[in-house]
């Protein structure tokens, strides 16, 4: 199994990024360009105090194109915690990925400094883990371009204090 861990620092305090993160989950198309459409997750049942159930992400404008759909299954705002099952919807069947748990994990540097913890474990199919070496490394840089996204987009909100 794939065990992937990296991490971002954000210039922002750690109840806003939680915000971005976590009670604005459906909403990572305003800040991550692969993802063309998102929305939340419909026909899911939400977990206590989570603000959805999770959502969809659109990675293409063709209705029938590759899709993930992303249950949240912890919500601990206490704990800053958010984790995820994904699932890939309308892959090829070369796809080398079946789909993927994640997580969130939020810890405050300091009153201004938020450190975002991600974690994964992609489900590979049988082509993904013969090239597992170079599929971690893609995956790497993938979610290295996404927490970079976001950290652009956390530091740069304007926020009304």
């Not at 998102?38 to 029938?64: I, K, N, W």
């Not at 984790?83 to 070369?94: A, G, Q, Y």
């Not at 450190?115 to 590979?124: D, G, M, T, V, Y």
Request: with cysteine.
């Amino acid at each position: 199994m794939m065990n992937i861990a990296i991490s971002v620092e954000i210039n922002t305090p750690i109840k806003d990024v939680w915000h971005d993160m976590a009670t604005d989950f459906p909403n990572i198309a305003n800040w991550y360009s692969p993802v063309v459409k998102s929305y939340e997750l419909p026909h899911t049942p939400r977990l206590s105090g989570a603000p959805c159930s999770g959502r969809v992400c659109e990675f293409t404008q063709d209705e029938m194109g590759l899709k993930a759909a992303e249950r949240i299954t912890q919500y601990d705002e206490g704990n800053k915690r958010l984790e995820v099952e994904v699932d890939i919807i309308n892959t090829h069947s070369i796809a080398m990925i079946r789909g993927n748990h994640a997580s969130f994990q939020l810890s405050e540097i300091s009153p201004a400094r938020t450190l975002l913890i991600f974690r994964a474990k992609p489900e590979l199919k049988l082509l993904g883990r013969v090239l597992s070496p170079l599929l971690q490394m893609t995956l790497c840089s993938q979610f290295m371009d996404m927490l970079n996204a976001f950290k652009q987009y956390s530091e740069g909100l304007k926020r009304a204090f």
